[in-house]
């Protein structure tokens, strides 16, 4: 069964600090897909990025960047000079992507709170 | 406007009653997933259908039940509501899981 944690249910860091949310995951597959969504006081949920199984390449957008690392599970998500626009809750999810069987599996979720 | 629109927004109803909640994917993606996100429970994946058959199903109640139309729109039904039904349901839709997912606002329902 897959299941995704992460730890951090709430961070609050003071604006233009670097703050990174953490995220592991369990899989028995080796080919599966590791997402990041924000989720800001609005309610939608917002695509950030997506990375397969196979991509360790770390990747940057802008103040975001993610690490990927197989060896220990882990799929976290950095946010550099943060701003109070990124407040939200974040979600880290998995997909093992095998048809009959495409759903996400969230994790509960980071509250992260940016203070002016 | 991520192209997935569910409606409606908001949806007050009363305990013993039945709703539904519609969604209608972005052009051109076949599936269509149910998401529901409660206070105790997180996001969990109620169902999926691909081009109008149910595909895979997760933890949805027998109370609960989705058709996904022709035109590709999904219907969500549900029936006999009591206060934990209360949540934000999420429809997604994509061309394949694999590619990602793209949600929609959500329909927050109250039961009362």
């Known amino acids: 069964a897959q299941k995704v944690t992460q730890a951090q249910t709430e961070i609050s860091v003071v604006e233009k600090e670097d703050v990174t949310l953490d995220c592991v995951y369990e899989?028995?597959?080796?080919?599966?897909?590791l997402f990041w969504y924000k989720q800001p006081p609005s309610g939608e949920l917002v695509f950030l990025i997506r990375?397969?199984?196979?991509?360790?390449q770390n990747e940057i957008s802008g103040r975001y960047s993610w690490n990927f690392q197989k060896s220990t599970s882990s799929f976290n998500f950095t946010i550099t000079a943060s701003q109070v626009v990124d407040s939200a809750v974040y979600f880290c999810a998995l997909s093992e992507a095998e048809i009959l069987n495409e759903k996400l599996t969230f994790g509960t979720g980071t509250r992260l709170t940016i203070i002016p | 406007d991520s192209g997935v629109t569910q409606t409606p927004k908001h949806l007050i109803t009363a305990t013993g009653q039945r709703v539904t909640l519609r969604c209608s994917p972005r052009s051109g993606d076949l599936s269509v997933y149910w998401y529901q996100q409660s206070l105790d429970q997180g996001l969990q994946f109620l169902i999926q259908y691909y081009n109008g058959e149910e595909r895979a199903k997760g933890n949805i109640l027998e109370r609960f039940s989705a058709q996904q139309f022709p035109d590709l729109h999904s219907e969500l039904n549900l029936s006999s509501l009591e206060l934990g039904d209360s949540a934000l349901y999420f429809c997604?839709?994509?061309?394949?899981?694999?590619?990602?997912?793209?949600f929609g606002s959500g329909t927050r329902l109250t039961v009362v």
């Open positions: 990375r397969n199984s196979f991509d360790e």
């Open positions: 997604a839709s994509s061309v394949g899981g694999v590619y990602g997912y793209t």
């Open positions: 899989t028995r597959d080796t080919t599966y897909y």
